[in-house]
């Protein structure tokens, strides 16, 4: 294959990949996952606090982030997502949700897990409850005792009774809570005694017989997943250390919106000034820069629709700050290829040398630029944290994707044009006459330079 | 696009004297007392309300309804963005419960929805954080880059390079201190991207300057350096300009968020595009000037 069968192959794979990126991408709004400044909802981060004698370990945090999920559920949304921040933080992200104020208050909920003696309950609408269903029945503050806390827990397990094959949940207790739990067994055999978290009664076993070593089984009529739940439940109780807000961001969803429109009128006009600015500049090499941003800003948002597609992406504000950066990076790395090929034609090349060496030439220089601001992005991805990453993301995805059409566009279209074209007109494309007698010749002083 | 021939060199202490004022100017703005910086909620916990589409909603109304709602030290500026009117409002709450609880008292007070609310709440101990590891990445990011010069190019690039790095982020974080702009982890990540990028303005220049200083006869170090910039010019013009378009189109069109990142790049673009011509290139060149075998073709060419 020679270079202009090449390079023409270089154009074709480029437009291929135009094409492919607007069938992935239309339409935009659904096909890009907005993130949750622009969906509005609810976004915070709850961090583990540790102490001096309960240090935050990965263990910790995977039982900090089952109980967060417990308490997610209990707000009964769908599409929650709760990832981990660093080694001592959850991010906890809750689209579209209604009443931010009643899942701040059960997410920030401080977790008290109690055991209370169903006959000392005051409220007698209560304790019937507790007869008919023994879960999910909500204590009024005052009208009950805790005659032991969740602390006492040591660990919980779900297990399979090895006699009669029955699911249960398994618990053992620190040597204060056995001697409490001791006496309140012995003292109770045929009682209810409810396992309350959070002021809500999540089981109320009946005692079957005195338990003197804290070795204690709960069984009923549980699936797997109940007992798990309960599993949790008691967990919760033994959790070291305190979870509290780092961060919290209640985003109205008509704000999000506007905030979007907003950031696509932006980038629109962006991008509609820049082609201006290169179109008259640049006469009909501006035309192909316009045209490679048009491949580029396609390419870029087919990538975005793509991630977003495989879960990997979210647009966010600061994200669409990154898209306009690299706007102007992308519109930066054409003008660089620009102005080597003119150069090297005003040190006398030919047109067609001058866009081979010229391209080539002005494309390493827009990669060594490109990979200065990637690295940025990079370190800046890694190590910071908060929102300014959807900026870091974007900016490097954006850097990857001006690469790859200044290899598959850029370059070969300038290449191609330079064969003749441009040597026919060179008035229109706006680039200075040949020099045809110094071809060939010695170099002009400066020589061939770096840029 | 016919080539320049501007004596930038000849007048570096212009050239100086501006940067020197400059400095002054913002270390002194970052000093004084009346001054100084205004450091985001993310930096020292606290919460900002932003409403947008607030309609006819006085700032004196907005005031009461906080007041109403037993917020203290309600700090309410009003924004305008597209012609969409709005309010930034910054407490000192830290507690996300009682934050949200009053945006909404507020909401229902001034009569405006609440999906117009956006509440951000900050705990104390995380703005730490936040601070340290954005101080981490501007570090880590100027310290890569500079690296990379070092490797690719010759120490005294590098360190002229930083000079101009340092000049950059003071006049910068002046600008800030000047306008009363409020310095958030946007400013710090759009900061740190520009000066990278910016700093590869300079990099051209002397990569340029490399170039000639190759086969340097009849010239001085000074008179080939101004040459190299002149070279390069127009392509620094077209790449600062073409950057800066959108990221001015995002100042003048976006909401509060993308102003910040716009405030900050637009800045550093400027003043990067400035101090690779204005500082880094004729401090380059008069420390190569002063090596032996350039001093010598000072002596014979500097006044030709």
Partial sequence: ?451 | MSRFNIDFLGHRNIMFAISGVLLVVSIAALLLPSFGLHFGIEFQGGTSISVVNSGDVSIEQMRAAFAAAGVQNANIQTTDTQGVKGFIIRTEVTNPDEAAASAQKVAAAVKLPNDTFLVTTIGPGWGKNITNRALLALGLSIAAILLYISVRFEYKMSITAVVALVHDILITLGIYALLGAEVTPNTIAALLTILGYSLYDTVVVFHRMKENSQHLVKQSFMQMANESINEVLMRSINTTVSSLIPVLVMLFFGGETLKDFALALSIGLLVGAYSSIGVATPLYAMWKESEPKYAALKKKYANA
């Fill in chain 1, 1 to 451: 294959m020679d270079q202009k069968q090449q390079n023409i192959l270089l154009l074709a794979i480029a437009l291929v990949l135009m094409v492919a990126s607007w069938a992935i991408l239309w339409p935009p709004q659904k096909q890009i996952t907005q993130g949750l400044d622009i969906q509005g909802g609810l976004s915070v981060i709850l961090t583990a606090q540790e102490t001096t004698t309960s240090p935050v370990t990965a263990s910790v945090m995977d039982r900090a982030e089952l109980i967060v999920r417990n308490r997610v559920d209990r707000l009964g949304v769908r599409e929650a997502s709760i990832q981990r921040q660093g080694n001592d933080s959850l991010l906890v992200q809750i689209p579209g949700i209604k009443n931010a104020q009643e899942a701040l208050a059960v997410l920030g909920s401080t977790g008290q897990l109690e055991f209370v003696d169903v006959q000392s309950i005051t409220d007698t609408a209560t304790v019937a409850a507790l007869a008919a269903a023994d879960k999910n029945v909500k204590l009024k503050p005052g009208t009950y005792e805790p005659f032991m806390t969740g602390e006492v827990v040591r660990n919980a397990a779900v297990q399979q009774n090895p006699t009669t094959g029955e699911i249960e949940v398994t618990l053992t207790m620190n040597s204060a809570g056995t001697k409490t739990w001791a006496d309140y067994t012995a003292a109770n055999i045929g009682k209810q005694v409810a396992i309350v978290l959070d002021g809500t009664v999540q089981s109320a076993p009946v005692v079957q017989s005195a338990i003197p070593d804290g070795q204690t089984a709960i069984s009923g009529s549980f699936t797997a997943e109940t007992a798990k739940q309960l599993k949790t439940v008691l967990e919760t109780g033994s959790l070291p250390v305190s979870l509290e807000f780092s961060e919290s961001r209640v985003v109205g969803p008509t704000l999000g919106q506007d905030s979007l429109r907003q950031g696509v009128l932006a980038v629109a006009i962006g991008l509609a000034l820049v082609a201006l600015y290169v179109l008259i500049f640049y006469r009909g090499l501006g035309l192909l820069t316009v045209g490679s941003l048009i491949i580029f800003a396609s390419f870029f948002l087919g990538i975005l629709a793509l991630l977003s597609r495989a879960g990997f992406f979210a647009l966010t504000l600061p994200g669409i700050a990154g898209i306009v950066l690299t706007i102007g990076l992308a519109a930066d790395s054409s003008i660089l290829i620009l102005e080597r090929f003119i150069e090297e034609v005003r040190m006398g090349k030919t047109i067609r040398s001058a866009a081979n060496s010229g391209s080539r030439h002005g494309m390493y220089t827009s990669i060594d630029a490109d990979i200065v601001t990637f690295v940025s992005a990079a370190v800046l991805y890694f190590v910071a944290i908060g929102p300014v990453r959807g900026f870091a993301l974007t900016l490097m995805i954006g850097i990857v994707c001006d690469i790859v059409m200044m290899v598959l566009f850029k370059r070969p279209a300038l290449v191609l044009l330079g064969e003749s074209a441009i040597g026919k007109a060179p008035a229109f494309w706006g680039v200075p006459k040949e020099r045809a007698a110094v071809t060939g010749s010695k170099p002009q002083k400066g020589g061939v330079a770096g840029v």
